[in-house]
């Protein structure tokens, strides 16, 4: 039975990301949504064709599979949580990929690569430890590029999120969100952590998505977030029940949902 970490004050700990997600790895993968392919063009167009890649954090194989639809030479994922590695493997059998069972920057990792990726997952490392362990791993040149889904973005024209964020009120949210927002759109704090690594921010970007959800949807969506999975199971019911119900009597049923993807390309300085 898998252990997750008790949370601390108004954040669930970093530890936290290396098991909840694989307490239903279907189910995450079924709640997410890809990245868009502009968001692969402008970090592959940093790099010859038939790169090297690094994924930190695979998840599901999102990232992952977009990457192995393209020309590329080879992608190593590195991902904590066995159950999501087994995930990964019966989907994408590829003999590019190369999977790693490890929390970055702790698992052995050999070789150098063209460029280093991290979708969704940087959040749940101590920054300058995880990216000097990507300064060892690239090649000279080579790109690292980071990136997140934001799916609650109120204040912006997403009325789903005004209406939800309420209901998070004392709820320990992942290291990268908070009740104001989620800190990938903080371009500042961004900057500053790379250039602290010795980093070069050279292309910053902001895609957005406008999209309706039906309450099934919503609820998927927030059954896959790692507060939700963290909370005791009658808490965790009562609150999906609550969203799904808001949709139903705010929304009738089509909830207008916004995505913001922030996306990170840097060099080594």
């Known amino acids: 039975m898998t252990t997750v970490p008790t949370p601390a004050g108004p954040h669930l700990l970093k530890e936290t990301g290396r ?72 989907r994408l059998p590829d003999a590019r990929l190369s999977l790693i069972t490890a929390a970055f920057p702790e698992g052995d990792i050999a070789g150098s690569f063209d460029v280093a990726v991290c979708a969704a997952a940087f959040h749940w490392m101590q920054p300058q430890p995880a990216l000097a362990g990507v300064r060892t791993l690239l090649r000279p040149g080579g790109v690292w590029a980071m990136w997140w889904h934001s799916y609650r973005n109120f204040g912006v024209g997403d009325p789903l999120a005004d209406a939800i964020t309420p209901l998070l009120e004392g709820i320990a949210l992942p290291p990268s969100d908070s009740m104001a927002g989620h800190y990938s759109l903080d371009t500042a704090r961004q900057y500053a952590t790379l250039n602290e690594a010795g980093f070069v921010v050279v292309e910053h970007h902001i895609y957005r998505e406008d999209r309706v959800l039906t309450a099934a949807q919503v609820r998927a969506l927030y059954d896959s977030y790692s507060y939700v999975r963290a909370l005791p199971a009658p808490q965790r019911a009562d609150l999906l029940d609550a969203i799904e119900a808001l949709v139903v009597g705010r929304f009738g049923g089509q909830a207008p949902n916004t995505v913001l993807t922030p996306l990170y390309i840097a060099t080594i300085a």
């Open 19 to 90: 098991v909840i997600f694989g307490t239903d790895a279907a189910g995450y993968h079924a709640g997410r949504i890809g990245y868009p392919a502009a968001l692969y063009d402008r970090v592959l167009a940093r790099t010859a064709p038939r790169a090297d890649i690094l994924e930190i954090g695979a998840g599901t194989g999102l990232v992952t599979e977009a990457l192995l639809a393209r020309n590329i030479a080879s992608v190593t994922a590195v991902e904590p949580s066995p159950e999501l590695v087994d995930f990964i493997r019966q």
